[in-house]
């Protein structure tokens, strides 16, 4: 199974709504991001997750929070967003570092067909 | 200046034509290079990736890494309609320590391959 899985597909939400993406990947990788995707634009990282402890914020603002609550699941809550936050975001998991071993080896990132989010 | 830059396009080519893309770079220290496949509506896909400078060939694609120059291609032999999308350059430096792998992304180039 090399699948990463996101859920919902499509999400509409206004400015003071919660809601949460879910991403879920059962490959035993040990790292896992969130990226953000604008049309025509290329995945912009957000966060990376390794060992489900948070290793990198790219200065992502608190409206965003991200949560992984065991190796397989990635989740992106969100509140209060602005509509320019209104994006395709994506989600990747790859092998944890040292799992290769071998300098050369790139630990491939698996991206999931994301959520289409419009913000109101 | 963009730390990755790739012409957008769109590309149009006929069925059958070679497909040169390209990215150059500024950072020296990226040391994987990547390319991504990204269909619309859907999540990249890798295609192929290179460590440090040199060839690698896989079926009709070829992706060559010069890191004097910071110039990375990818060449589509033999173009099908099904190759239209588009085509994302990443790189990245050695694997994090602290975990994972960060990505630096081109722009991306749109291809349409045209019957």
């Known amino acids: 199974d090399t699948e990463v899985t996101q859920t919902p597909k499509h999400l509409v939400m206004g400015m003071t709504n919660k809601k949460s993406l879910k991403c879920e990947q059962h490959?035993?990788?040990?790292?896992m991001y969130w990226y953000k995707q604008k049309a025509k634009k290329p995945p912009e990282l957000m966060f990376v997750?390794?060992?489900?402890?948070?290793?990198i914020n790219e200065s992502v603002p608190s409206r965003f929070s991200p949560e992984c609550p065991n190796s397989s699941l990635l989740n992106l809550h969100l509140h209060a967003l602005q509509p320019e936050d209104s994006a395709l975001y994506l989600c990747?998991?790859?092998?944890?570092?040292?799992?290769?071993?071998?300098?050369?080896?790139?630990?491939?990132?698996?991206f999931g067909p994301g959520t289409r989010l419009t913000v109101l | 200046q963009k730390e990755v830059e790739q012409d957008p396009g769109p590309l149009s080519v006929p069925e059958g034509a070679i497909v040169s893309l390209n990215c150059t770079y500024s950072n020296s220290a990226f040391q994987y290079f990547m390319w991504y496949r990204q269909y619309s509506r859907k999540g990249p896909e890798l295609l192929m990736y290179t460590y440090s400078s040199g060839n690698k060939e896989d079926g009709r694609f070829t992706a060559q890494v010069d890191k004097s120059s910071k110039y990375i291609s990818l060449f589509i032999r033999d173009s099908q309609p099904s190759d239209s999308a588009t085509y994302l350059c990443?790189?990245?430096?050695?694997?994090?320590?602290?975990?994972?792998?960060?990505?630096?992304f081109g722009t991306g180039t749109q291809l349409k391959v045209e019957l």
């Open positions: 997750y390794s060992y489900e402890k948070l290793s």
């Open positions: 490959m035993g990788h040990r790292a």
């Open positions: 990747a998991s790859s092998q944890g570092p040292g799992t290769s071993g071998r300098v050369g080896t790139y630990n491939e990132q698996f």
């Open positions: 990443a790189m990245t430096l050695s694997i994090l320590t602290g975990g994972g792998n960060k990505l630096t």
